[in-house]
């Protein structure tokens, strides 16, 4: 059967506090793409399909990565990232939590705005945490059942999703995910015939030497 090879986009605009400000590859995030594309053309990686979200991060990774395949990308908004940045904000006004700065007050944040998003207590959101839910599910089985090996260029939020929704992750466990999710992050799922089986997590063979290893980033 075939693989589908989930990756996160390179590193965005970190220094951003809204989402069109996130929404373009840094720099090193250009690089890490590269190098990616580098390590797969190196293994003699080929995909018969090539999906990404329509966030502009999607896009630029997939150009950097510019992997072989025979068919045209297909852009697909359902593996678009949760609007982080909006829900924050909203998260702030109606509860009183700041905005994180850096990655420790990110990882005590968003375990916090998750559950409230998932009891439906943040009021205005773009949409429940069960309907991201859904279209992550829908995509992941939509893709899962084509033909050909599938690579998938999007977000950590929707690879998290995709691990929750194929081994049943409760939300601890599912919040632990998107935090460990590194920037051009390598993920595969293998169809079986009782659903999706998780293969490879969080590997970036492309960042492991040690003048790499700098590269190795989650915001």
């Avoid at 690089?31 to 896009?59: D, I, P």
């Amino acid at each position: 059967m075939s693989h589908v090879t989930f990756v996160r986009h390179g590193q965005a605009n970190n220094s951003a506090r809204d989402e069109e400000g996130y929404d373009k590859l840094s720099d090193l995030g250009w690089k890490q793409s590269r190098w990616l594309g580098e390590h797969f053309g190196q293994m003699n990686e080929v995909f018969a399909r090539v999906y990404t979200g329509t966030l502009r991060r999607h896009v630029e990774t997939t150009e950097g990565i510019n992997a072989n395949s025979p068919e045209a990308v297909i852009q697909d908004e359902r593996l678009n990232e949760l609007q982080y940045f909006t829900m924050a904000t909203l998260f702030e006004a109606q509860h009183g939590e700041p905005l994180p700065n850096g990655r420790e007050e990110f990882a005590a944040h968003l375990p916090k705005m998750f559950r409230a998003w998932q009891e439906g207590a943040i009021d205005g959101v773009p949409e429940s945490f069960q309907h991201f839910e859904k279209r992550v599910n829908d995509v992941v089985r939509e893709i899962g059942a084509g033909k050909g090996r599938a690579l998938v260029v999007t977000s950590g939020g929707v690879i998290g999703m995709a691990l929750r929704v194929t081994m049943s992750l409760d939300l601890k466990n599912f919040c632990h995910a998107c935090l460990s999710i590194q920037n051009t992050s390598v993920h595969r799922m293998q169809p079986m015939p009782t659903g999706m089986a998780l293969v490879q997590f969080n590997a970036t063979p492309h960042l492991e030497t040690t003048e790499r290893q700098f590269a190795q980033t989650h915001l």
